[in-house]
């Protein structure tokens, strides 16, 4: 499977009772296709997978399957703490008839190399369809080192890493040492060096209520090649990228920022709060330029 474009981690709507408002996700569903995102993840940790039993998890994967039909590719989000749950969301999104599964390493646990990629080994026999690896230490404990990359590297189905490391030594390393596995940028903020060292792919939870910017930066350097432009897009984005990061305040920033462009989020589920108003109005007036200067480069 190629990954080419923007993948968006649909966030996950609730109501203020933390109950999962479905019309409200399908909606984002529609507006995300619409706007022109190239796959969606269900199950993502924007999607607040963390904070949902595994039966919502399931559920959610099969609806979304529902909605998006084979109008966009669908990826499911299997990581957990236990093997058992990962090989059953695994084995769930191979029945739904889902294009990939996400997989990552299990958190806590910190597994060797050795141990890690026999886990991963375990899910893929499980689902049997084309991996994207996530590799986040700065939430899973370890590296998907050499060692993971070469072991797993034996079965065909896991064809691409979400690189989320923040360590840009990592892209110069896939780039140079794993061409066979797909780069997909999962740091927003290096967004451009992994295009420059050639990902076709961008995983960002700020496309679910920025599309048109992050298509634009993913085309200007991915298919034109132009990374004057891209340089320009880039430096535009740049303090989206602070705001989002700062405080562990993430999910709240991209849910807030999807009510911004209309689309209803909801707040997240505990332990997590929603936004205060310095923080919605600091997010608000970067949006605002960002979009701006964007359609002002796009238009020249």
């Known amino acids: 499977m190629k990954f080419e474009g923007i993948y968006t981690p649909v966030i996950t709507p ?30 993502g940790s924007t999607g607040e997978y963390y904070a949902q039993s595994m039966q919502e998890r399931q559920d959610m994967a099969s609806f979304a399957k529902d909605v998006i039909g084979d109008r966009v590719p669908l990826m499911v989000g299997t990581v957990a703490i236990r093997l058992e749950d990962s090989i059953a969301m695994a084995e769930h999104a191979a029945k739904i008839g889902a294009d990939a599964i996400l997989l990552g390493s299990p958190p806590y646990s910190v597994p060797t190399e050795r141990e890690n990629a026999l886990n991963a080994l375990a899910i893929d026999r499980a689902a049997d369809l084309p991996i994207m690896l996530y590799n986040y230490p700065g939430r899973m404990g370890i590296n998907m080192g050499e060692e993971f990359l070469d072991r797993v590297g034996r079965s065909r189905n896991f064809c691409a890493i979400k690189e989320s490391s923040g360590d840009i030594n990592r892209v110069h390393l896939l780039a140079r040492d794993y061409p066979h596995i797909q780069m997909s940028c999962g740091m927003d903020d290096q967004a451009l060096e992994f295009f420059a060292w050639g990902a076709r792919s961008w995983v960002c939870a700020g496309s679910n209520f920025l599309p048109t910017e992050h298509i634009a930066l993913w085309r200007a350097c991915a298919v034109e090649g132009n990374f004057d432009k891209g340089r320009r897009i880039m430096s535009a984005m740049m303090p989206l990228m602070r705001v989002l990061e700062q405080g562990g305040k993430f999910i709240q920033c991209v849910k807030h920022g999807c009510e911004m462009s209309g689309n209803y989020a909801g707040p997240p589920r505990p332990p997590l709060k929603g936004l205060n108003k310095d923080d919605k109005r600091q997010l608000e007036q970067v949006v605002r330029v960002l979009k701006r200067t964007v359609a002002e480069i796009e238009a020249e």
Do not use: K, Q, T, Y
């Open 14 to 43: 609730h109501g203020e009772d933390g109950s999962i408002d479905r019309d409200a996700f399908a909606a984002m569903i529609e507006h995300l296709i619409a706007s022109g995102v190239h796959g969606l993840i269900n199950g």
